[in-house]
């Protein structure tokens, strides 16, 4: 069966002045059904309707009064994914290769084989447009699957801001600072957003800083050169040099010492890695994503992070909502994470059941999307049948909710002003006017300790 895209006309113009020649090209180019013929004796109506947009057009380069180099040149302007063939009564080699030159797609001079040529080089376009078509569909429908909005689901409003953040990340080659609680999302959504930048093709390189010893960090990041130290019985690549080309992810980035720190603000600024007992260094070329659960900003208030190295891995920064501020996204994620689990083992479809999505709906996740997709996993094994029921959903309670804390009024107090203190960087004029109340007060909790001129972690 021909594809949709294969059953498309073919939009054909013929400008020639020799009616006779022009009937004769015209009728024998209609003899395929699928093209669509038109024929122009005049330059002038000819230049008008290139806004159609012809697949092609057979050119005569010789009209009276016209300049077939001008005449090109204008439809190479109105309509340049049009197809040209000059047909020319003259064999001129010089003149051939400079309307190809120009952008023409072929040349042909008048003769016994103008028919077959014409025809061999139609269809030849033919293959090309119908390639061009399908390779634009395919285009479509893998940016239709790599719509980021698929992977990262959800419609609330601090989800949509994030995914406009993530398009512009991946468009563009700024280094990007990842926030948010654990279990939001920071890796997934780097790895997200590499899969659609221009480094795709090239590899996602993951280090947890927090969960590498600080006297082997340096080695695993830069690499060691074989008898470097003691131990080092092979040559390392370090991660750097792995990510080349590519992207690299440093998770938890606010756990690096700061000795470390130093060197890594220096590579990022001179882009050379020396592995560890070399003597040359080599340039690197990598995306630096750095991702942090920590209010990285406090850190350098409390001198526990160079501000220098903080603003040099800032570049775009992404904050990932914690699950509790997504409202209904909540589902949106568990039915992915549920279909997405079925699919990979296998197994029939299964939705859950409205009571079911209360009980998610209720519960604070303080784990967030981590904690989700296990409760929504294990709860898939649980059920016996099409339907995830309450009961097959098994939370962890032990976790108190950010409001069921018993606490005095003045505690409550106190830990709004934290919190405001906190978002307007601890500036206790605009934190007495967004809260009214006087400015005295807070220096007054200030000093009482009742709050703090840095966040307590
Ligand atoms: N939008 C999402 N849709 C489906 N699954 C998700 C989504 N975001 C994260 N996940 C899943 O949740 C789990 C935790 O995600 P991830 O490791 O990226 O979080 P994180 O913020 O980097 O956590 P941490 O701070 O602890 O390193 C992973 O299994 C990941 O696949």
């Not at 030159?101 to 014409?118: C, F, H, M, N, P």
């Not at 630096?288 to 891995?313: I, Q, S």
């Not at 203190?421 to 000093?447: E, P």
Request: proline fraction near 3%.
């Amino acid at each position: 069966m021909p594809s949709p895209l294969n059953t498309l006309k073919t939009k054909i113009f013929v400008l020639e002045d020799d009616l006779w020649y022009s009937q004769f090209l015209s009728y024998h180019l209609s003899l395929d059904t699928t093209h669509e013929v038109r024929a122009f004796s005049s330059a002038n109506e000819f230049l008008h309707s290139l806004s159609e947009a012809p697949d092609i057009i057979t050119l005569d380069y010789h009209l009276p009064g016209f300049d077939g180099e001008m005449i090109l040149s204008r439809i190479l302007e109105a309509s340049p994914n049009t197809y040209i063939i000059v047909i020319s009564g003259q064999e001129d080699i010089s003149k051939a290769v400079n309307t190809i030159k120009q952008g023409a797609y072929d040349y042909i001079v008048k003769s016994e084989e103008t028919k077959e040529r014409l025809w061999s080089i139609v269809e030849k376009i033919k293959q090309h447009i119908a390639l061009k078509r399908e390779i634009e569909a395919l285009r479509k429908e893998v940016n239709q699957n790599l719509s980021i909005g698929n992977e990262i689901v959800g419609s609330s409003e601090p989800i949509q801001k994030v995914l406009k953040l993530i398009q512009k990340a991946a468009s563009d080659d700024i280094n990007l600072m990842i926030t948010g609680e654990t279990g939001t999302g920071k890796e997934f959504t780097a790895r997200a957003i590499h899969r659609r930048s221009s480094r795709a093709k090239k590899p996602f390189v993951a280090v947890n800083i927090s969960a590498i010893p600080s006297e082997l960090l340096e080695s695993e990041l830069y690499g060691h050169e074989k008898g470097a130290f003691t131990g080092a019985t092979n040559l390392h690549i370090g991660k750097f040099e792995e990510a080349h080309g590519g992207t690299l992810f440093l998770d938890e980035i606010g756990e690096m010492d700061i000795h470390l720190q130093c060197k890594l603000l220096r590579i990022l600024q001179e882009r050379k890695v020396t592995r560890i007992g070399a003597n040359t260094s080599f340039t690197v070329d990598v995306r630096v994503v750095a991702a942090t659960n920590l209010n990285l900003l406090d850190e350098v208030r409390k001198g526990n992070f160079r501000e220098d190295l903080y603003y040099r891995l800032l570049g775009l920064q992404i904050h990932l909502p914690p699950l509790r501020e997504r409202g209904h996204d909540l589902l949106l994620i568990a039915q992915k994470v549920l279909q997405t689990y079925c699919q990979q083992r296998d197994i029939p479809a299964k939705s859950l059941t409205a009571n079911a999505q209360k009980k998610l709906l209720k519960h604070n996740f303080p784990g967030n999307i981590r904690e989700l997709k296990a409760v929504v996993e294990l709860a898939a094994v649980l059920s016996d049948t099409a339907y995830i029921t309450p009961e097959d959903i098994q939370l962890n309670e032990s976790q108190p909710a950010p409001f069921s804390e018993e606490k005095t009024l003045d505690e409550y107090i106190a830990d709004t002003v934290q919190k405001y203190l906190d978002k307007y960087n601890y500036n206790v004029l605009c934190v007495a006017d967004k809260l009214k109340i006087g400015k005295s007060t807070i220096y007054r909790m200030i000093r009482k300790k009742e709050v703090y001129m840095a966040s307590r972690k």
